[in-house]
């Protein structure tokens, strides 16, 4: 029964609270969440780590640890209780570690609950883009001074384009002269911004951006809001790790500019949304600005012009190699996904002025 094991993990922390129920938290799609709640406050988050796509979970629990407990330093100027709603809190085990590794194999970690707080998981405001534009801007502020190279990379190549590109290839290479018919304009179109989407690796590599701390997940939901709609605190840090700003910043505009749905096929609704571009980028601005370089202030338009390309590229990939990674309803879902990607792009070029004034 599945309250029992989630009572028996729990009881493995170090807390002094008495398990009364579990909610499901099923907002990501990697790991398996729960709300514990307790006969009397806090509660807690309980979290099992898939470590079928994490290899490393060990570096991965350190990784939000270390980051979680540099930014509390940062804000110690903060009352307890403050800090708790600003900063991912984590609960070490009764034994002092920072993970529980059950019988199966299967490692967990706890953090508290932040109470009266919510989540977003698509934006409809100029007021939320704001918000999660401050958010994410502080979070990298507040990491601008840690030292990345402490960091694990728990998911090696992710933003790798030379790596996306070589993936593209070799599905290429296997992938039918149907589906290489079906989508030649869209591979044409690959190979003509291969020059143009391999800029940020090459900046990267020559040292001219910086490698930070990133988040490496910056949708919106993973922006905490309180009751007001006001940001609280950066969430899902699982995927922290060693990057350029670029793709943080990049992927944050992808899902929040969008007007459509990932897989909207009537292309005539996928529109980018500068309005919401705008909002974004002053909250970002406002907390991560004095923190960014001249050069990297510069390539912010193409950091987000980079990561949507990223997602279309691995679409594409997915649907030449037969659906093999990302879950489809339809045989042509991917390339229906990479299609609105690359629309989207369309539509971010035709802005890029006013992008670039924005910033």
């Known amino acids: 029964m599945l309250a029992e094991k989630l009572k028996y993990i729990f009881n493995k922390f170090d807390h002094q609270n008495v398990f009364d129920s579990y909610e499901e938290l099923a907002t990501g799609h990697i790991n398996d969440t729960y709300l514990i709640k307790t006969k ?16 490393d979970v060990p570096g991965l629990i350190n990784n939000k640890i270390s980051v979680s407990r540099h930014i509390r330093k940062k804000l110690a100027h903060l009352s307890e209780h403050e800090l708790k709603r600003r900063v991912l809190s984590f609960v070490d085990t009764k034994a002092g570690n920072t993970y529980y590794k059950g019988k199966e194999g299967d490692y967990w970690n706890m953090m508290f609950f932040i109470d009266d707080s919510i989540t977003f998981e698509t934006v409809n405001s100029q007021e939320i883009a ?31 384009m030379s790596f996306r590109y070589s ?9 039918s002269q149907e589906k290489i018919e079906q989508a030649k304009d869209y591979i044409n179109l690959v190979e003509d911004m291969r020059v143009e989407m391999h800029i940020l690796e090459n900046l990267k590599n020559s040292g001219e951006l910086k490698t930070r701390v990133t988040h490496n997940d910056t949708k919106i939901s993973n922006a905490l809001f309180d009751l007001n709609h006001k940001g609280l605190c950066v969430i899902d840090t699982d995927t922290v790790m060693p990057g350029i700003i670029h793709f943080d910043f990049g992927d944050a505009i992808r899902t929040i500019c969008n007007t459509a749905v990932e897989d909207e096929t009537n292309l005539d609704l996928v529109t980018f949304n500068l309005n919401y571009y705008k909002a974004y980028v002053r909250g970002f601005l406002e907390t991560a600005g004095d923190s960014l370089s001249p050069i990297e202030l510069k390539y912010l338009p193409l950091g987000a012009k980079s990561t949507i390309f990223i997602m279309a590229l691995r679409f594409l990939t ?13 045989p042509e879902h ?25 910033i």
């Open 334 to 358: 991917n390339f229906d996904r990479a299609k609105n990607q690359f629309k989207l792009i369309e539509s971010f070029s035709e802005k890029m002025n006013a992008l670039k004034e924005a």
């Open 318 to 330: 997915d649907f030449l190699n037969g659906n093999i990674y990302y879950k489809v309803d339809y």
């Open 130 to 160: 704001y918000e999660g534009g401050k958010l994410f801007g502080d979070f990298l502020n507040l990491t601008s001074d840690f030292d990345a190279s402490e960091l694990v990379d728990v998911i090696p190549k992710f933003h790798d």
């Open 40 to 55: 009397e406050r806090p509660h807690y988050v309980l979290q099992r780590i898939n470590h079928g796509v994490f290899k």
């Open 167 to 175: 993936q593209f290839e070799d599905a290429l290479k296997s992938a």
